[in-house]
């Protein structure tokens, strides 16, 4: 048996409010790891271009306030 299929196993045997606790820590994990990778790719220079079309765009006068 893999470790996924005994957590899987577990997760089952939960009762709901275990399962909405573990519901809220998964989304948590989700988040915090999109916030990693978001702050990786920017650190890579992922995001230089979209950020200058906004500049770009700004001076050119193409944006509408919000």
Not at 13 to 28: A, G, I, N, Q, V
Request: glycine share 4%; hydrophobic share 35%.
């Amino acid at each position: 048996m893999t470790k996924l299929e005994r957590i899987e196993q577990e997760i089952a045997t939960l009762s709901p409010s275990e399962m909405e606790e573990l519901r809220l820590w998964m989304h948590k994990q989700d988040y915090d790891e999109w916030d990693r990778q978001m702050e990786t790719d920017f650190q890579a220079g992922k995001f230089d271009r979209l950020i200058q079309e906004g500049i770009d765009d700004f001076k050119a006068g193409k944006t509408t306030p919000l």
